[in-house]
């Protein structure tokens, strides 16, 4: 493996790393009840958007034309304002349980996506790698996920959020990853961000008058802060990192690791135990990645856009 995919893997591994915590943190915050959906993505894009707006001043500048300006509206509505809202609110409509197994269909939905605009090939490698990957994370959150986010029962609503959520990221991954490939990381986000910002201040503003801030526990307070400075502001600088040098579906299968750091967690702290089961389960998600990396649509390319594409 050359050091570019290297990187790649490194920086998807360690994004989703950071999203397995935040799927936590999120749970928290919408039980406590304090921070509506809205309101968090608000602070969530004004935190991480001035922070890449921020490093700009330290990096050369990038002419960006209007039309990839435009794009990157689209690409921050389709992968950072519709996932982050569609997710919180889920989290206040949906048990844990139905949360991780709808998210878990992303890779599928990203191997069809990136066949149909990227023209990225499905060989039966890398179906049969993400079939085995979705095996494994649904037998790991089968034995694994209790419901704790305090949501008895899924609505109809919170699955429509989800479904919406997962269509929207395999979108994201799966079509604009040569827009990505042409600017810096900063240059990406801090426009995508501001575009957040701005669609979700009107939404907020109420809450941003109104909410009982007095209210909320200090342990909410530092678990927002995770979520602006790394699952927000880190994360985001990191994916796109992961985007330039690998697969859009090979990205999109490392969100398996975020049902198993969560599994990890709860048997750190004791309110899960280890079973065979879930030492299959990870093995066989393991594996999928393994086999999507070594198939031929992984492996014919460098890293790059098809031609046509850049």
Not at 22 to 46: E, M, Q, V
Not at 183 to 197: H, I
Request: charged share 10%; with cysteine.
């Amino acid at each position: 493996m050359d050091r570019s995919k290297l990187i790649g893997h490194l920086t998807a591994f360690a994004t989703y790393a950071i999203f397995g915590f935040n799927i936590i943190f999120c749970k928290d915050i919408a039980a406590d009840g304090n921070l509506p959906p809205i309101l968090l993505t608000t602070l969530r894009s004004i935190g991480a958007g001035c922070l890449f707006w921020l490093c700009s001043l330290f990096m050369p500048r990038e002419r960006v034309p209007m039309r990839d300006l435009l794009l990157m509206a689209l690409a921050a509505i389709v992968g950072l304002f519709i996932p982050q809202i569609t997710f919180l609110t889920a989290c206040t409509a949906a048990t844990t349980i139905d949360t991780s197994i709808l998210s878990s269909l992303t890779p599928i939905m990203t191997m069809f996506v990136a066949a149909l605009f990227l023209k990225e090939p499905i060989t039966w490698k890398k179906a049969l790698g993400v079939a085995v990957s979705f095996c494994g994370v649904i037998i790991l959150i089968l034995n694994s996920v209790s419901n704790s986010n305090g949501v008895d029962h899924t609505r109809p609503f919170g699955v429509l959020m989800l479904i919406l959520n997962t269509f929207s990221f395999a979108f994201y991954l799966g079509i604009f990853r040569p827009l990505v490939q042409r600017y810096s990381v900063v240059t990406f986000m801090k426009w995508g961000f501001l575009v957040v910002a701005l669609l979700s201040l009107p939404l907020s503003a109420r809450h941003l008058a109104t909410a009982s801030y007095g209210a909320v526990p200090s342990l909410v307070w530092w678990e927002l802060a995770y979520l602006i400075l790394f699952a927000t502001f880190i994360a985001y600088f990191l994916l796109p990192i992961a985007q330039k040098r690998i697969r859009p579906t090979l990205i999109s299968l490392y969100g398996y690791m975020q049902p198993i750091i969560a599994t990890v967690v709860a048997i750190c702290i004791g309110t899960d135990a280890m079973s065979w089961q879930k030492g299959l389960a990870v093995v066989m998600v393991c594996s999928g990645v393994y086999v999507v990396n070594a198939s031929r649509a992984a492996s014919s390319g460098n890293g790059k856009a098809p031609e046509g594409r850049r």
